[in-house]
């Protein structure tokens, strides 16, 4: 009886990898396609020239491929340094209305976004701030700082409180005990959130537009272009590029995205 | 007042203090602009009136249930599918199949919205991929086949992309979880099944729902997904508000679908809030 | 925190490439749009001006694209910003209206000597706004029918004939609402034009008269009624790529990216337009230049260049099979007869003629497409 169990669990295992392989293998065909019609199955020709044209000396790809890496990589170092201290508070200090304050980061994502950055372009204007990447910086880090927070509270709260107890009481001072004992800790935790936020800041789309181009140009920008005007094989190109960072990340972090560092999130 | 310098004292300084800078961000950034956004929503060209709310319910009513309607399904299969992953991969017992399902599972995670809605355009067509698939195995009359491209699509995408996220938040919950409790039920004969719905679910139940929140917010605020893979009408709140600033260059209406999303999320948010407390006393 | 933020503000500074002799071209529309500037005009201006760098960027497709140079310029305008960071826009006609009414364009036409080169009415006017001196034409626009052969046999020259030929073929006419960019919009408002118990005319010309608004009812119910039984397209390009992919037989498109697909390889080379009676409206895409340009001087020779005879026949025409923006006197000399030609194989130029309409006044273009909403989107 148990022995035919490979079948139901191969079938359903199956059925997974087509439905989550299967979009992204079109992808592939497609950023090789030079001329893939109705009724072919398959595309009809192939080669790489719409790589050179997404290459192309002006095509201005690998400027927004950088811009992008660079935007995502602040994003990151801007979002952790506020949400150690925040989610340390969140986590372990006394404070009123924690779940309010825990769902007030969640406004930047609750309310849909295309107004608003018009207003915040308007805004950054003032400052210089518009068309600089530390303008884009911002505006993602604002985004996903919702992820940021709620894990790295969680990262927090997984910690046991003896260890700093410890230090503490053993004269090192409150600083002291948080970098050599709580910190190491909740690292796994902060990487994760990490994770999240260098994936949201490399997808989004309507602040960049608003704050960023037309002087940092971003990967999500050139996408949205080619794929409006339906050039499948520059977009199906972009969309590669752009998966290049996320698998390239996720490869080197994926050893801290253990299941037990989210445990707590929400909680 | 107490000093904030010493430790044990439950003074609500310090944490105030670590939080105030995320917090200033999150004001002066975003709650600032936003605010322009909603007095924008109550502005016409006779003043202050509810005529773009009127508009609204005029217009985009069919939308608005249609956004509820694809949001709600959406996360009710997140939350079907998360769980059954999460399970398998806490209770699954051929541990190549679980190591299979835990490689697999994650990649869409890795994969943005624009790019996943590029590829589920040509995935979901009718001589796509999926369709060509179905064909083989019978369950589709290639002659009488047709697009995928209106609501399904938008939850496609939806679960595709942000079942995951809810199943690592989840399988990271149930890992913590006291292996005792589930091995006695499984040991007193309980299917694997009803032990992840009776045993399980409700000690994991707050991580998911933190889960399908942060989907809900993400999915209410994805403007790329319906505008590429919904064709048909009624459409999203955001295609709507794209439509109403492109197309009339009308902010005050735009705005105020902003202000109807908002309250749609805060519905959940507050919704979420009740479950989570009743949780916790 | 304040460290981060310097570093990042420092990043910002070394990475934008601040160059003193930079010229940037925001450009509305598909990614041909970019790469005209960018693989052509911009080289070619770069050969006459040494030391200047031409640098595109693409706003996105359809009316979203121009929506958002003109609040880059409204966001600019509210920063009182005393220099702006666009040199030259290219924006859709519905668009170069509002711009010059709020005050954010420069004259300049008069200022170039291609400016004489022009005199088409849609040059002076755009959707009921003057805009004369304000704007050059990049190049004409057209919306028709794209159909394939295989699956039709007979194509329709008139709407009446389209709606036979539809509700014999159901499903096989698509189009893409309008939502999803403008050749859907432009089919409506064809339909309305053949359809509406107005006078169209009076929606091209003026003046606006709100009565003029309750005389579409009937028009809209039959396009409930024919719209059932259509495919409905992800955009512009969704309705091109059911075409080549064998989901639909026939829909309409623009005319320029009809001929950019082909020539790309992404439509099929028997592919065929047709222009219905009582026509189907189109439109030119124009350059502006903002009042605060940073390098205007250079923008103003950028325009020219575009729009000299040369530029017009070799760039718009002959690369991209696109309707000259100047008028065609000009361009068709720069150009040997069959290469002139294939711009009007399928719609000939009386045909064009008589068929290729205006878009509706502003204020007309709103009331067809929010009555649309009412009727066809419950």
Redesign the interface.
Known sequence: MTRLLWIPRGIGLGLLAFLIFGPLLNLLLWAFAEKWFYPNAFPSDWGFSYWGRVFSPRGAAWEALGNSLTVALLTVALSLMLSIPAGYALARLPLPAKALILLSFLIPQAFPNLTVYVNIARIFYQFGLNGTIAGVVIVHTVHGLVLSVWIATAAFSAVPRDGEEAARSMGAGPFRAFRDVTLPQALPGLLAAAIFVFLESLDEFTGSYFVGAPDVQMLPLTLFTAAGGGNYQIASITALLLLVPSIGFMLLVERFLKADVLARVGK | MPSPALPRHRSALPGLLLVAPALAMVLVFFVLPLAASVTGAFATEEGRSLANFAKIADLYLPDILFTLLVIGLSTLLIAVFSLAIAGYLTLGRNPRAVALLRWLYRWPLFIPFIVTAQVLRTFLAKNGMLNGGLELVGLVDPATASNWLDGRAIVFAFVWKQTPFVTLLVAGAMTSLDRGTIEAALNMGASRLRTLWDIVTPQVAGTLMTGLILSIVTMMSVLSVPMMLNATAPTTITADIAFRINAYGDYGVANALGVVSLLMTSGFAILYLRLGLKERT | ?KT??A???A???S??PAFAQEL?V?TA????M??YV??YL??LFEAEHPGVTV?A????????GS??I???F???A????SVW??DVAVVHEKFAG?MVTAGYLAAYRDAITTGSLVTRANADMALGAEVKGYVMPMFNSQTALAYNPAMVETPPQSYDALKAWAAEHP?QFGY?????GASG?SFVMGWIYAYGEGDAAKLMNGPFEEAETGKWDKAFDELAAFTKNAT???????T???L????IAIGPVWVD?FYS?KA?????EDFRLVLPEPGMPGQPMHYVIPEKAPNADLARAFVELATSPKVQAEGIVERFNWYPGIDAGHVQAELPAETWDKLFTDVTPDQLAARGKPFPIAPYN?AI??AY??H???
């Open positions: 925190m981060t933020f570093t990042a503000l990043f910002g500074v990475l934008s940037t925001l529309g598909d990614q041909n970019v790469d960018n693989e911009g080289p640098r960027v693409g706003t996105g497709p359809g009316d979203a929506q958002k003109l609040e880059r409204e966001a600019q509210g920063a009182n910003a960071d666009t509002p499903g893409n609402g309008i939502k999803g919009v409905l397209t992800a955009g512009n390009a969704g091109l790529d059911m080549a992919q064998g989901e990216m697909w790309n390889g992404q439509l099929p709103i497409l929010e909403e009412r066809l989107a419950q």
